[in-house]
């Protein structure tokens, strides 16, 4: 698609705004934003550019409201789609109610729907009439759980993230993909890299028996398997096995698995997050009971 404009000036409400896709190449406006999520979300970025980008109004340097743009290509059963989805939504205390938000929202949308298979977003539960006022609708996400499995004689050796190496290593078996999954993200090593180096550091693995590298938590006692890429003839119960510590142990899968015969499918629900889908475009969620793997939310 042709690239959309930056740095231009907007009038909302009486008050003018610059306008900016390309926060990455002025430190200021990259500083501000990072000062406005640590506050707004608790997070901050090394970088932004490329698949993960930031669309902010800003007032005298200073970023006053942002919606983020994250491309992510997705294969459903090895059909590729390019998805957008809308993160990082926020608006500095002394800019709200001023059409901000909405404004970015429009103009985003507008942007990208005709250049896109998919728009959509996750939400907190204060924000859940916002947004179908620009044409997007909740929709329900199915999880799948994988009982009966019992550990292996070996186990999946612990990665450390603060070794380049292992880092490689992840991003080298995400690129051939995930043989388990029926819709799996691909090409966005920027969000990966994000997840293994942050969120997700303490929990990285790799099976070098079945050569492949797992991510995967332990939440108040239930193991999460949140990701496996790499090429492997292995039937899915026995790389788990690689992650299980009891017998006849119960793991929840952190993405939708091709072959679902005799796994456990529930309703995916994840405290104070909606899923939002555009009602623009495809949306294999209408037919088909997935979830957007645990690795993909921006």
């Given at each position: 698609m042709e690239k959309l404009r930056s740095g231009f000036t907007v009038e909302i409400s009486g008050n003018g705004y610059v306008f900016s896709n390309q926060i990455g190449m002025d430190r200021n406006l990259f500083e501000s934003f990072n000062k406005l999520s640590k506050g707004t979300f608790g997070l901050s970025f090394e970088r932004v550019g490329g698949e993960y980008e930031p669309h902010v109004l800003a007032q005298?340097?200073?970023?006053?409201?942002?919606?983020?743009?994250?491309?992510?290509?997705?294969?459903?059963?090895?059909?590729r789609k390019l998805y957008i989805q809308?993160?990082?939504?926020?608006?500095?205390?002394?800019?709200?109610?001023?059409g901000l938000s909405r404004w970015l929202m429009e103009y985003i949308i507008e942007k990208w729907k005709s250049n896109c298979d998919v728009i959509y977003l996750f939400a907190n539960d204060s924000v859940l009439d916002f947004y179908p006022k620009f044409g997007f609708s909740k929709t329900f996400e199915y999880e799948y759980k994988q009982s009966g499995i019992n550990p292996n004689g070996t186990k999946g050796q612990k990665l450390q993230a603060s070794?380049?190496?292992?880092?490689?290593?992840?991003?080298?078996?995400?690129?051939?993909?995930n043989p388990f999954s029926a819709f799996y993200m691909a090409e966005n090593q920027g969000l990966l890299s994000f997840y293994c180096r942050g969120l997700m550091k303490e929990n990285l693995y790799y099976s070098s028996k079945?050569?492949?590298?797992?991510?995967?938590?332990?939440?108040?006692?239930?193991?999460?398997?949140?990701?496996?890429?790499?090429?492997?003839?292995?039937e899915l119960r026995d790389v788990?096995?690689?992650?299980?510590?009891?017998?006849?142990?119960?793991?929840?899968?952190?993405?939708?698995?091709?072959?679902?015969?005799?796994?456990?499918?529930?309703?995916?629900?994840?405290?104070?997050?909606?899923?939002?889908?555009?009602?623009?475009?495809?949306?294999?969620?209408?037919?088909?009971?997935?979830?957007?793997?645990?690795?993909s939310h921006a």
């Open positions: 005298d340097g200073k970023v006053c409201a942002n919606v983020s743009v994250n491309q992510i290509p997705f294969y459903h059963r090895g059909h809308l993160g990082t939504v926020m608006t500095d205390l002394d800019f709200r109610g001023k070794d380049e190496g292992n880092i490689h290593l992840v991003l080298e078996k995400y690129k051939q993909g079945y050569d492949v590298v797992i991510i995967a938590e332990n939440k108040d006692g239930q193991i999460r398997c949140c990701d496996i890429w790499g090429e492997t003839d292995a788990l096995g690689e992650i299980s510590s009891e017998a006849e142990e119960e793991i929840l899968l952190g993405f939708t698995p091709l072959n679902t015969e005799g796994l456990i499918c529930q309703k995916h629900c994840e405290e104070n997050t909606t899923l939002f889908v555009h009602s623009d475009g495809y949306c294999p969620f209408k037919t088909n009971k997935l979830m957007f793997p645990i690795i």
